[in-house]
């Protein structure tokens, strides 16, 4: 004999219709949250390595000042000292009279 095929019956239950639409709310609530974490740390990567580009570039820029004066104050050292040792030769030697 062939089977009768049972009938399906669906039951609105609305307490589980609510139980899902929340459970949709709360997984769309942690898919933002989540993604907007992953943002935040690709945003303070990028941060970190603007600043730690900054300082290099701030770094090196004092370092080409900072040479630049010590070269400077090199320089006029070395005509100081030039000059002082006209000056020396000037006193040492007595002025002829005319």
């Given at each position: 004999?062939?089977?009768?095929?049972?009938?399906e019956?669906?039951?609105?239950?609305?307490?589980?219709?609510?139980?899902?639409?929340?459970?949709?709310?709360?997984?769309?609530?942690v898919?933002?949250?989540?993604?907007?974490?992953?943002?935040?740390?690709?945003?303070?990567?990028?941060?970190?390595?603007?600043?730690?580009?900054?300082?290099?570039?701030?770094?090196?820029?004092?370092?080409?000042?900072?040479?630049?004066?010590?070269?400077?104050?090199?320089?006029?050292?070395?005509?100081?000292?030039?000059?002082?040792?006209?000056?020396?030769?000037?006193?040492?030697?007595?002025?002829?009279?005319?």
């Amino acid at each position: 004999m062939d089977e009768i095929e049972q009938p399906e019956i669906i039951i609105h239950d609305p307490t589980r219709d609510s139980i899902d639409k929340i459970n949709q709310a709360i997984a769309a609530v942690v898919l933002v949250l989540v993604i907007g974490f992953i943002t935040m740390l690709f945003m303070l990567a990028g941060l970190l390595l603007d600043a730690w580009r900054s300082k290099t570039d701030s770094y090196r820029s004092l370092s080409e000042h900072l040479e630049s004066q010590q070269k400077t104050i090199d320089i006029m050292q070395n005509s100081l000292t030039e000059i002082q040792n006209i000056l020396q030769n000037k006193v040492d030697k007595p002025r002829s009279l005319k």
